[in-house]
């Protein structure tokens, strides 16, 4: 398979629009845990809240960062092709998935869903987040997916 650059169709004046979208669920699955771990430490409400707010901000922040993400997979017959590729958007489903199960624990008690439940739930899906990133990086740096040679 050919390493040339491959152009995002879901692009801005050459600009891919998903990696312009995925600091936002990055930041807030992290932050999410370290509300968790807070919690564990503290015992505050404060963090217990902090950490439904923040799974629910990375749940629908992913979701509005997988869209262009999915317009390149399906409109790129190289990019459907590609195992990294296939594997990122997997990851990427089973991150949202463990976000939403997450959240909807969390949501009618807070403090209640942290423990151990909700603290699980952001561990894993930190570590399936990195995972994911890691194949993001790959499908980049790697293989060029989104690079536009202009």
């Known amino acids: 398979m050919s390493n040339e650059p491959t152009p995002s169709r879901a692009a801005i004046n050459g ?29 505050s409400r404060a963090w217990a809240l902090a950490g439904v707010w923040l799974v629910g901000a990375g749940l629908f922040s992913g979701l509005i960062a997988a869209a262009p993400g999915a317009v390149d997979f399906l409109a790129v017959r190289k990019i459907r092709r590609n195992r990294a590729a296939l594997r990122h958007g997997a990851a990427n489903g089973v991150l949202l998935v463990l ?16 423990l151990p439940s909700g603290l699980i739930l952001t561990a894993l899906s930190a570590a399936v ?11 980049s740096y790697r293989h060029m997916f989104g690079v536009d040679p202009r």
């Open 15 to 43: 600009h891919p629009v998903h990696p312009m979208l995925v600091p936002l669920p990055i930041g807030a699955v992290v932050a999410a845990l370290v509300a968790d771990v807070g919690y564990v430490a503290e015992g």
């Open 99 to 114: 976000l939403l199960v997450s959240f909807l624990l969390r949501l009618p008690d807070p403090e209640g869903g942290v």
């Open 129 to 139: 987040l990195g995972y994911s990133g890691w194949l993001g990086g790959e499908l």
